[in-house]
């Protein structure tokens, strides 16, 4: 019965160190394999925040136009015109576009602008830095 014990252990024993081999040889190819991905994972997220946070810039920017316009409600903004230029301070965005939007005379006219929003560290809200209209 001791020759059968040491028998079963034995090839236990091989099993499980298979099992084992297998086990780090798998996570040794997963982790090769994330850690390429993960770097193209990172830079798709950065990049994925920037078109977020410039969109947000926009959005504060039309916002902060619409403000100072005679009828925000006739405001028409382009689909696609904007501008958006991050300032070297990384965390100021420049939006340069236009509105159409009624005057005191209900005529439509188009204004251009040029907006200039920070975005404080620690949060994702912007502050207006400038608002220039041109017509």
């Known amino acids: ?3 059968r ?3 079963t252990t034995m090839r236990d024993w091989k099993v499980g160190a298979a099992i ?3 086990a780090v040889f798998v996570l ?3 982790t090769e394999r994330d850690g390429d ?3 193209d994972m990172l830079a798709s997220r950065a990049a994925d925040r920037e078109v977020a946070r410039q969109l947000a810039a926009v959005r504060f920017c039309r916002d902060a136009i619409e403000a100072v316009l005679i009828a925000p409600s006739t405001a ?3 689909r696609s015109a904007e501008r958006v230029v991050r300032l070297p301070d990384q965390r100021t965005y420049e939006v340069s576009s236009y509105v159409d939007a009624a005057n005191s005379f209900s005529a439509i006219i188009r204004t251009s602008y040029v907006c200039q929003a ?3 560290r620690g949060t994702e ?3 207006l830095v400038d608002l220039r209209l041109a017509n």
Request: proline share 8%; glycine share 0%.
């Open 1 to 3: 019965m001791k020759k």
């Open 5 to 7: 014990d040491a028998d």
């Open 20 to 22: 084992a081999a297998f």
């Open 28 to 30: 040794w190819a997963l």
């Open 37 to 39: 991905q993960s770097d």
């Open 76 to 78: 028409e903004h382009p």
């Open 118 to 120: 920070i975005r404080p």
């Open 125 to 127: 809200e912007f502050q």
